[in-house]
């Protein structure tokens, strides 16, 4: 008989579940219970500290200072990170060739690189030229790690005095980390990396190699970077044997070379001189009576006749001879470029003349321009308004927004994958996609639409709805896509990252200017793509030939069917005429182009050919500040007409491909006479024509002679020395 009050194993099973539920329970009882104890006792500890009244307001404050601190802080890192890129290559020799550089005719036009001079080491400097860097441009430098927060303040404490900039609150190591890593762009995002970099610099290399380097790199006016290059140019003076008046007045330069050059303003540099002196004074390096003698005999310069050289090209080109010269074991060089310094003078003068006369009207203060011949050769190069106040070039390392002057890659994609022709009819109207949640609807710039139009109409009077309509395959058009533009437009030679979406056919990707005339120069060769390149040979100072583009430049390749260019160049060849560059049109010259003009007037442009040359021309800000409703047929047009105009005299015209009446004649009868000032301004001056016919045609042949002769080559005992304009090694 079974006991009643026995238990089954089933039974002692349940007992251990609920025993262990029990301990569970109770675990978990005790453990919330003790955590509620104690947060009951660190709250009863924390009410010692509460404040009321106004200390609250301090704390809360404090408090919210802290939190917003730690965000900015992660803010300003994730912005810096991509500087710090820059540091991962070898920045330190980025300079170790010895470049000089000459025009197409073989005419030195400037040096760029290191000289042998500049390995002076900081110890062997003048005492009283380090003194006076110091004493003007950072004299809490050794003080400091990168930043100087007190010098800050006061520089901002003398702005606000002054209502006007007359302090500048960067360290010399701020300034090299710009000059080493960044570029001259006034903005928020360079002014952090910046800071950053120059805490980096400061704890990976010492303070008197961040002073030696600073004085080697920093621009000194003249096309001369670094002392030892401004002290020949304008003592002829080695560094070590400048007196403290010249020491001075190469001090002065740091803050403005441009301004206070004194090859170009002696008075002023004197008196920048006079202020350094009294900084030295000031800052205790040296007393009064010690500087008198510099005050009373201030520093006599050389006499230089020849005008500054075409430094943005200059910046470029010598990019360009780093790439090819890693080849070479020799590092003194000497290159021949591809700029010609006739046209490049005319394209400055022209984007000069154009922003001095309507700059201010317009609100618009930097231009640049690139010139392009049937080859690819680099004839012209404007990369700012004035070198030295930036040495930016918006020419090369800009990216600006190209609006509708991206266009024609648009045509051309869409007529070279469907075959259409400047005929071919299409819709302009509403049109609208939907993009991140909203509504995308590009409208025309006269703010109507036309109705049924041709390519033709489309392109010439830049209606905004057709490329659009082009890519999304609206109006039973085929559809374009991004896929086969980005190929027409690589195809082309546009090199820059782009981003793939319906805006992109308004321009909305930014390009340089550079790309924009090798882009369109695919329309002056006929369809092929243009290699650009600044550099025809390179060769070591005996003057073997190292490089020759000719022989080493990819030969073109074909970027647009015949048909495609056909089309397209008829529609371009009448945006000058009754389209919207009409200030562009040239007397007697056929040429073709497009205008562009981006949102909020921020960039205007032109960019346009003839069958000799293309060009790119930009007005805008460097800041991306609105101009004055700056379109690209206004003064992008007009300094493209007046330098073109001024190119295309006394030489050989060649047509533009496949157009109609490539080089139509206009009567003197039929050219309207004008009479404002604009049209005053684009009256080019004559380029005379130097040499008579038979003069030329000899020197063609001198020239073929000399160049099918064997390179001279100097007797070992003169290696070394000076020979013409030319450094031997």
Request: positive net charge; contains cysteine.
């Amino acid at each position: 008989m079974r006991d009643p009050f026995g238990s089954s194993n089933k039974d002692k099973g349940w007992n251990k579940l609920l025993d262990i539920d029990s301990w569970i329970d109770s675990s978990l009882y005790n453990m919330f219970s003790g955590a509620s104890e104690s947060w009951e006792s660190i709250t009863i500890f924390f009410r010692r500290f509460r404040v009321t009244g106004f200390p609250r307001f301090l704390v809360e404050i404090f408090d919210e200072g802290i939190t917003l601190g730690l965000i900015g802080s992660i803010v300003m890192l994730a912005l810096a990170l991509p500087a710090f890129e820059e540091t991962q290559r070898d920045w330190r020799n980025q300079d170790d060739y010895s470049v000089l550089f000459l025009d197409r005719y073989g005419k030195e036009i400037g040096r760029r690189g290191i000289r042998k001079n500049d390995a002076e080491e900081l110890d062997s400097l003048p005492d009283h030229f380090i003194k006076a860097v110091l004493a003007t441009e950072d004299r809490r430098f050794f003080d400091h790690w990168g930043i100087d927060f007190p010098g800050l303040f006061r520089a901002m404490t003398e702005n606000i005095k002054a209502n006007s900039v007359v302090q500048g609150g960067s360290t010399i190591t701020q300034q090299l980390a710009k000059n080493l890593f960044l570029t001259n762009e006034r903005t928020l995002e360079r002014k952090i990396k910046e800071a950053f970099l120059s805490t980096w610099l400061e704890f990976n290399i010492s303070k008197k190699e961040i002073l030696k380097l600073y004085i080697d790199r920093a621009y000194m006016g003249g096309g001369n970077f670094g002392v030892a290059a401004a002290s020949q140019y304008y003592f002829e003076k080695n560094i070590k044997d400048v007196n403290l008046a010249e020491a001075a007045m190469l001090a002065g330069l740091y803050k403005a070379p441009g301004k206070y050059a004194p090859h170009i303003n002696l008075p002023a540099a004197r008196a920048r001189a006079n202020e350094v002196l009294t900084n030295m004074v000031q800052a205790g390096f040296m007393t009064e009576g010690q500087v008198i003698g510099a005050r009373r005999d201030p520093a006599q310069i050389v006499e230089r006749l020849d005008v500054e050289g075409p430094n943005y090209f200059m910046d470029w080109a010598y990019d360009e001879v780093r790439r090819i010269a890693v080849k070479f074991p020799m590092r003194n060089l000497v290159v021949k470029s591809t700029v010609d310094m006739d046209l490049q003078r005319a394209a400055e003068d022209s984007v000069e003349s154009h922003l001095r006369q309507f700059g201010s009207s317009y609100r618009v203060r930097d231009a640049a321009m690139v010139v392009l011949d049937h080859t690819g050769a680099v004839r012209a190069m404007v990369g700012g308004r004035d070198y030295a106040q930036s040495q930016f070039n918006r020419a090369s390392s800009s990216r600006r927004q190209p609006g509708s002057s991206f266009k024609p890659y648009v045509y051309s994609s869409a007529i070279e994958h469907f075959g259409y022709d400047e005929n071919t009819k299409v819709t302009d109207g509403p049109v609208c996609v939907v993009r991140f949640g909203r509504n995308w609807c590009p409208r025309n710039y006269s703010g109507g639409h036309r109705g049924r139009i041709t390519l033709t109409i489309g392109l010439v009077k830049s209606i905004n709805t057709i490329p659009v309509k082009l890519y999304l395959g609206r109006d039973n058009l085929k559809q374009l896509g991004g896929d086969r533009l980005v190929d027409t437009v690589r195809k082309m030679g546009i090199t820059s990252d782009l981003v793939v979406n319906p805006p992109m056919v308004l321009g909305a990707n930014g390009l340089s200017v550079l790309e924009m005339a090798r882009g369109y120069g695919t329309f002056m060769t006929g369809g092929n793509k243009v290699n650009s390149h600044g550099i025809l040979q390179i060769s070591d100072p005996l003057g073997t030939v190292l490089y020759d583009a000719r022989k080493e430049l990819p030969k073109p390749e074909r970027a647009l069917k015949v048909s495609t260019v056909t089309v397209m160049n008829r529609i371009l060849a009448q945006v000058p005429e009754w389209g919207t560059g009409r200030r562009a049109a040239l007397d007697g010259i056929r040429a073709g182009g497009k205008t562009g003009t981006t949102q909020a007037y921020r960039d205007a442009w032109f960019v346009g050919f003839t069958g000799n040359y293309v060009a790119a021309v930009w007005f805008g800000n460097d800041n991306y500040q609105s101009t004055n409703r700056l379109t690209g047929g206004r003064l992008p047009a007009m300094t493209w007409k007046k330098f073109m105009t001024y190119a295309h005299q006394n030489i050989e015209l060649r047509p533009i491909p496949y157009i109609d009446n490539p080089l139509p004649g206009k009567s003197e009868e039929a050219t309207t006479a004008v009479s404002s000032a604009s049209d005053e301004l684009q009256r080019p001056p004559s380029r005379p024509k130097l040499l008579t016919d038979n003069a030329e045609e000899a020197l063609r042949r001198i020239e073929e002679k000399l160049r099918r002769a064997k390179p001279l080559k100097l007797a070992p005992e003169l290696a070394g020395t000076t020979v013409g304009s030319q450094v031997t090694q």
